[in-house]
């Protein structure tokens, strides 16, 4: 099951939003211009569904509350609006389509409470709130249907589509001076904190299989690299540790303290790809990496996607990249995130047929794209 | 008024792109019947160096020949004679290459500094250098911009104007691009320059040509 279009009012940035997509979708933009505020958007609804302690308040207040979350350009709609249809692959009608619209509480308790939720199915409404309950208690607006397992017995698929989505950016300096930063480590792991015991937490044949492929791919990517492997020290503590070919023989081995700042985002992206059947969000991939790497990075994409025992798994990429976007393997989906005429929001542009025309007839979406995400007309200095 | 859009437009540098729209906005002002040109978002873009260029050719030629408008600049430099760098870029053996009606190619002899140069009053006048100090044949110089930038190092006077000189290894100073497309933008006279450089008057000719009558090519 993919996301086969998303629908938002007043989401951060963004005025309006909606756009139908397919395959996978790359995110383009100038600094600034929405790219993480989009993927946010299905790190919100994961918050809500999240088992741990997830929930509107809880994803609304992670993010500082209503008055930040909410477009500062808008001007009459009070709340935010939500619209999201998952469809499976080759189907016309969306399997799911779930909407939420929520806006600050007036007075009282200050809670962000829903305006509108409905769940359809297969293009028939299951429920539309708020109903006669709701009415009669309003706290009940505080709470979706969604982040309530007794309530969504019957669209739990939407959650749990959700629960799955993983988000990349691996900031390699939180991973490797983990003690220099007491920062919280959320639930959902933004940064790459919890990294390694992600790796722990793998069932072992699954965490061999993967660094052993990881370790193939690195082979060719790193010159002199020989050996990947998982080890605890006597702590318990878990470590990546590598090995390079031509090292005195008892030079030991180096672990990810160690690890340049690309090798670390080069095996968290492997890592991230072949852990998800499901919605994956990935943050400039291209950081750190060589530009011939970066290249590569289209096909591990496909390759993610298409690899044997995998539903598919969808993945969305913010990136400023050209040696990733003129990649001519490359396909699916590009949003470019372009100010508004007045500039006071974003907005998405698909491209058009001629731009479509353009990239078939051999251009790469570098080339007809992201010219037209540059900030500046001319040079800076 | 219709407009036709350059669907892409590439040079070689940030100041042959600013050279590309003032040529376009030149060319727009000439016309007075047809349509305006005008550059999709984006575009022109500065390629760097020709290389990225010579290789999207093929795809141009394709995008061209679909109808989509392409316009590239790119510069003469060593090459013998323009026919020839097409022929060379175009893989074709005709004496006199023909590109579609929608690629206007166009080649800087020899370089964009030249077509600049040709103004040499303006010029000298925006860099406060006496205009004696300048060639006055624009095409006969071999390495025009080495040529402004001799000229620079010798009697450059303003900061800015110093700050166009490369450090060495480098092939130009901050400066350059920006006080150049300031040049290009607010003081060159294409007109004049036009009435020396024969490879700027063609160039202009071809502009002012495309969609001249029907609005669409002509
Ligand atoms: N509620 C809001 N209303 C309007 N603008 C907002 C709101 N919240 C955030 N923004 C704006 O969104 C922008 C940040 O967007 P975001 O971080 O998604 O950019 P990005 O495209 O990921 O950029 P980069 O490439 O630098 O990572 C900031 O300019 C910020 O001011
Ligand atoms: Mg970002």
């Given amino acids: 099951m993919d996301v086969s279009r998303i629908k938002a009012t007043n989401w951060r940035n963004f005025r309006k939003i909606d756009v139908e997509l397919n395959g996978t979708t790359y995110l383009l933009g100038a600094n600034g211009s929405g790219k993480s505020n989009f993927l946010d958007i299905f790190r919100f609804i994961r918050d809500i569904v999240n088992p741990k302690g997830g929930g509107l308040q809880y994803a609304v207040e992670e993010r500082k509350g209503m008055t930040k979350l909410r477009c500062l350009a808008s001007r009459q709609v009070p709340g935010i609006d939500l619209e999201i249809e998952l469809k499976e692959n080759g189907e016309e009608v969306p399997t799911w389509r779930y909407c939420l619209s929520f806006s600050g509480e007036k007075g009282g308790k200050r809670r962000t409470l829903i305006r509108k939720e409905e769940a359809y199915k297969n293009g028939e409404l299951i429920f539309s709130r708020p109903d006669d309950k709701d009415k009669d208690d309003k706290d009940r607006l505080a709470e979706t249907y969604l982040e309530q397992t007794n309530a969504n017995k019957e669209f739990r698929e939407i959650s749990a589509f959700f629960q799955k989505t993983l988000y990349l950016h691996l900031i390699p300096q939180l991973l490797k001076y983990s003690e220099m930063f007491v920062s919280k480590q959320t639930e959902s792991d933004p940064f790459g904190q919890g990294f390694l015991s992600q790796l722990a937490d793998t069932p072992e044949k699954t965490r061999v299989s993967r660094l052993g492929r990881i370790e193939k791919i690195l082979k060719k990517a790193l010159p002199k690299f020989e050996e990947l492997q998982f080890v605890k020290d006597k702590h318990g503590n878990p470590h990546l540790e590598m090995r390079h ?130 900030p500046i007309q001319g040079e800076l200095f | 008024m219709e407009e036709v859009q350059i669907f892409v437009a590439y040079a070689e540098d940030a100041l042959s792109c600013e050279v590309m729209k003032r040529l376009v906005a030149f060319r727009n002002e000439r016309t007075d019947s047809g349509a305006v040109l005008t550059f999709r978002k984006g575009f022109p873009e500065n390629k760097r160096g020709f290389g990225g260029i010579k290789k999207q050719i093929p795809a141009m030629k394709n995008m061209a020949d679909a109808g989509l408008l392409v316009f590239v600049l790119t510069d003469l430099d060593q090459r013998d004679c323009s026919p020839e760098l097409i022929r060379d870029w175009f893989k074709l053996n005709d004496s006199k290459p023909n590109l579609p009606e929608d690629f206007i190619f166009r080649v800087a002899e020899r370089e964009t500094e030249s077509w600049l140069m040709a103004d040499y009053e303006s010029l000298s006048k925006f860099l406060s250098i006496p205009v004696a100090n300048f060639p006055k044949a624009p095409d006969a110089i071999e390495r025009p911009k080495q040529e402004l930038l001799n000229i620079l190092r010798r009697k450059a006077k303003k900061r800015c104007f110093k700050e166009m000189i490369p450090e060495p290894g480098g092939h130009v100073g901050p400066e350059y691009n920006n006080q150049m497309s300031i040049f290009v933008r607010n003081h060159w006279n294409v007109d004049r320059a036009s009435g020396r450089s024969n490879s700027l008057q063609r160039a202009l000719n071809k502009l002012i040509r495309f969609g001249g009558h029907n609005g669409s090519t002509p």
């Fill in chain 1, 245 to 374: 070919k031509h090292w005195r023989p008892n030079a030991g081995r180096q672990q990810e303290d160690q690890f340049s700042d690309g090798t670390l985002r080069l095996i968290a992206l492997l890592w991230t790809l072949m852990s998800s059947n499901n919605l994956i969000l990935l943050e400039e991939p291209e950081l750190s990496l060589h530009e011939k790497l970066v290249g590569e990075i289209p096909k591990m994409l496909q390759k993610a996607r298409r690899s044997t025992g995998k539903a598919g798994g969808q993945i969305f990429v913010s990136t400023h990249s050209k040696a990733l976007l003129s990649d001519p393997s490359i396909s699916g989906t590009f949003l470019v995130l372009t100010p508004t005429e007045s500039g006071e929001s974003t907005q998405i542009e698909q491209p058009t047929k001629d731009e479509l025309k353009a990239i078939e007839l051999g251009m790469s979406p570098a080339d007809i794209l992201l010219p037209k995400t540059s």
